[in-house]
């Protein structure tokens, strides 16, 4: 599959007060059986998928059909947030200030409310992703091992990924991976999606056992699912 450069695309008015444009990616895949198009929240654009014998003409009459929908589903995603200097960012549930420390030496480390990161303001950035992911995979490895101790199963590995769609996943080897970006969600939120797929080690399905399983490790499904909903696409807008 092969994913094109984005470009500025015109959408005629139609179902539209006036004419628009938005940024488009264009996607080709070999599997796809018809022209679809979809929103990346985390790039804030449009992605059209084209089938092989599709041309973009194609998917601009789809864009066309469905302009008010695109439109308006790009005004709703949440503002981005950079990792930078001042900005505000999510920890567990809990927004916190990304402060440069110039003088202090040493690791980025928490505080009260703020996330301190000393070294060079260039790096405040990348330092700031780091710390984030490190976060991720060492409360996601404390969950884990608990979950996995009560249902007498061993996660092969635990992989961190920067998914579009999915929070987490069990492969049929064994290993999970997770989204780092849910160490910015609630607490409770996290310790449900790794439960979910830790209760994948025991049933590789989606059947009433699997449920039991979940149910035995964590008693947020119900609130994790729609929190996740609600606030996963914004997750995404950070960094």
């Known amino acids: ?33 018809r022209v679809s ?3 990346d929240a985390r790039a804030g654009e449009v992605v059209v998928t084209l089938p092989p014998r599709a041309g973009r003409r194609a998917g601009m009459a789809l864009l066309a ?4 929908w695109v439109m308006g589903r790009l005004a709703a995603l949440a503002p981005h947030i950079a990792l930078e200097p001042g900005a505000e960012v999510p920890l567990g549930g809990a927004p916190h200030v990304i402060r440069h420390v110039p003088d202090a030496n040493g690791e980025v480390c ?4 703020a996330i301190l990161v000393p070294g060079e303001a260039e790096a405040v950035p990348a330092r700031t992703a780091d710390f984030l992911r ?9 969950l884990a091992a608990g979950h996995a101790a009560l249902l007498g199963v061993t996660p092969r590995m635990i992989r961190l990924k920067d998914t579009r769609s999915r929070w987490g996943s069990c492969a049929p080897d064994g290993t999970l991976a997770f989204s780092w970006r849910l160490v910015m969600a609630p607490d409770w939120v996290l310790d449900y999606v790794v439960a979910h797929e830790v209760a994948h080690l025991k049933e590789l399905n989606h059947g009433a056992r ?17 929190w996740l909903r609600t606030n996963g696409p914004a997750l995404l807008r950070v960094g």
């Open 1 to 33: 599959m092969e994913l094109r450069d984005a470009e500025t695309v015109a959408l005629p008015a139609g179902e539209l007060a006036t004419a628009q444009s938005c940024p488009v990616r264009w996607r080709r895949s070999r599997r796809a059986r």
């Open 37 to 39: 198009l979809r929103i």
């Open 65 to 68: 059909t469905h302009a008010a």
């Open 110 to 113: 928490l505080a009260p409310g």
């Open 134 to 142: 490190a976060e991720a995979q060492r409360r996601i490895r404390v």
């Open 210 to 226: 699997f449920w039991t399983h979940v149910e035995k490790l964590t008693p947020h499904r119900d609130a994790a699912v729609e």
